[in-house]
């Protein structure tokens, strides 16, 4: 980059006539500030315009910076760029992968020059204890607190990523939320909640629980029904029924009941939205649940709740095609989709009537 030559603007003839004083002024400015004076920053290298009445007359044609130390100086960062020199090498000498980091990053690198020494003894700790299984509280790293950490989860990714091996980084998990995961740390158990629907099951009294999901996979409650809905307050309420339980609030979590065998051999209903955000879960589910079947999303169900119709966010809506749904569930999800009963039309769980969902129960026996 250097010697960097800064072509100038040039002064005309015309400027020689009308402002003169101006553009004297301009000359002495530039040679006022130029390395010849003040011995560092630009030369000025010069041209000669010959004018009919102002004569012979040298003018700048453009100022050369000789070096990086030149251009510093000029902008006083030569203070900085000094730190940022020594920063480099005490990082380098320990940790040689942050090297492009550092050529990306050189301002972030000079606003953490007080931070550096703890955050070196974090990188110190994962590279001698990679993916150490323990909660970051449990860390024993000197003068680091876990607020420091966890408050700079972003900037430490960034740096554990150039210095950790590939084996010692799990790809799968990315920002904030995934930190802990991505570099082994343990993290707070994935829960499931659920009621059990008949007293004669509860567990030592209780029926209201939320477990971490593998401590729910190793229950092997003695059930003939699950339901799943994603309404918190329709699993509240839910009747009580023999022989049965209900999970709910899992949201896009539904993977937790992948591969859990009594939950394999149970019959498992699912009972979401009637709009095709709702159809899309369904889909989404019988990817870990392939027997799981829907109820109350149905066009009776739908028909019976006119007044209370509502509609869909259209940032919510899904649109794709769904491969895991049976004829019935795939001819409404596709009139939802299309708005053929009304525009983005939508029946959420909790407006449809209690009686709806006890009368579907009552009958239950009867369903193939």
Known sequence: MFPLKLRLRKAGSRDLTDHFDAVRHWVAQLIEHSRDCRGFGYEIEWRTIEHRTRGSNRLPRAIVIPSAEDALSLIGKAAQARRF????????????????????????????????????????????????????????????????????????????????????????????????????????????????????LALKGLTDLAVPADEFAALELDVDQVFITENETNGLAFP?????????????????????????????????????????????????????????????????HRELWGQEPEDRRFRGELSGLDASEQDLYRALRDDVFAPRLRLEQERIRFAWLKAFLDQFEHIA
């Not at 204890?129 to 607020?147: E, N």
């Not at 709910?248 to 699912?270: E, K, Q």
Request: net charge positive; with cysteine.
């Open 85 to 200: 020199d020594q920063l480099c090498s005490q990082l380098l000498a320990e940790f040689p992968g942050l090297r492009d980091w550092l050529m990306r990053r050189p301002l972030e690198v000079l606003k953490r020059a007080d931070e550096w020494p703890r955050l070196l003894a974090i990188l110190r700790y994962f590279r001698d204890h990679p993916r150490p299984g323990l909660y970051l509280r449990q860390l024993d790293i000197p003068g680091v607190d876990t607020k420091f950490i966890e408050t700079r989860r972003g900037l430490l990714s960034e740096l554990l990523d150039a210095v950790l091996p590939i084996e010692a980084i799990d790809p799968s998990a990315s920002g904030a939320a995934g930190f802990n995961r991505r570099y082994g740390l343990a993290h707070r158990p994935v829960m499931v909640r659920f009621r059990i629907l008949d007293p004669a």
């Open 240 to 304: 009580a029924h023999p022989r049965a339980i209900v999970v709910f609030g899992l949201g896009y979590g539904l993977d937790r009941l992948a591969g859990i065998d009594w939950l394999s051999r149970a019959r498992c209903w699912y009972w979401g939205d009637i709009d095709t955000h709702g159809f899309a879960m369904l889909n989404r589910l019988r990817a870990h649940l392939p027997e799981v079947r829907s109820f109350l999303m149905d066009r009776a169900t739908l028909d019976a």
